[in-house]
């Protein structure tokens, strides 16, 4: 995981995996998640609501590109939802990754 590297991939800083207790530490993006995008802008106008929402999934869909195809060793992810998606202060959206 902290071998990918790719725009819309969230950095890894490192992890802890000590006994039960494990974390997992990933660079600091300003605008939180896209689900708390979502609820707190859902009020801006149409257009640029929709274009904002388009360059978002576009983004997201380059990460999952580079995922399946673009890595050295291919990495699928199962958990995609607007909660492992998150924004940095461009709103450029960066997937999280997180290993089972």
């Known amino acids: 995981?902290?071998?990918t590297s790719?725009?819309?991939i969230v950095s890894l800083i490192g992890f802890c995996y000590e006994?039960?207790?494990?974390?997992?530490?990933?660079e600091?993006?300003?605008n939180g998640s896209l689900d708390q995008f979502i609820s707190t802008n859902a009020a801006s106008s149409i257009a640029e609501w929709r274009r904002t929402l388009?360059?978002?999934l576009l983004g997201v869909a380059r990460g999952l590109e580079y995922l399946h195809y673009g890595c050295k060793t291919r990495i699928v992810h199962f958990d995609i939802k607007p909660q492992n998606v998150l924004l940095d202060c461009n709103l450029c959206p960066k997937g999280t990754l997180r290993q089972r």
């Open 1 to 3: 995981m902290s071998q």
């Open 6 to 8: 790719h725009v819309n």
């Open 19 to 26: 006994g039960s207790k494990r974390m997992i530490v990933y």
């Open 28 to 30: 600091f993006l300003e």
């Open 54 to 56: 388009y360059e978002i």
